[in-house]
């Protein structure tokens, strides 16, 4: 069952059979101003113009909720060499894990939208 049924809105289920749920995008909303930003991340927002070009590109795409797979087959790179770019996005901004670089992947969005906007 690899099939998306919007319908009954079930999760997608991957070939390994663990369903698949995008978590930043349903979260995106929590985010809508910079008061929404936790302030632990701000620092780490400031960081990321400190990444190369294909580091933001990885980094933007996991704010987009991808998995380190979507994400190579994207890129037209390896899984390791996205896992290798993960790694130094999460030294540079100083973040923990994954989910982190995503959820301020997300925040970085957010607030972009928000100076474009005002």
């Known amino acids: 069952m690899d099939s998306v049924n919007l319908q009954n809105r079930r999760p997608r289920t991957s070939p390994h059979g663990t369903a698949e749920r995008p978590v930043l995008r349903d ?3 929590r985010f809508r101003t910079d008061r929404d930003i936790d302030p632990d991340w701000s620092d780490s927002l400031a960081r990321v113009r400190l990444l190369s070009c294909r580091e ?3 980094f933007h795409l996991l704010g987009s909720g991808l998995s380190n797979r979507a994400i190579s087959s ?3 790179v ?3 060499t996205v896992k290798a770019h993960v790694a130094r996005i ?3 901004l100083e973040l ?3 989910l982190q670089v995503g959820l301020v ?3 970085h969005r957010q ?3 928000g100076l474009a906007a005002g």
């Open 27 to 29: 979260v995106s909303h």
């Open 56 to 58: 933001s590109e990885v």
């Open 74 to 76: 994207r890129m037209r």
């Open 78 to 80: 390896t899984e390791r």
């Open 90 to 92: 999460m030294e540079k």
């Open 96 to 98: 923990e894990s994954r």
């Open 105 to 107: 992947s997300l925040s």
């Open 111 to 113: 607030s972009d939208r």
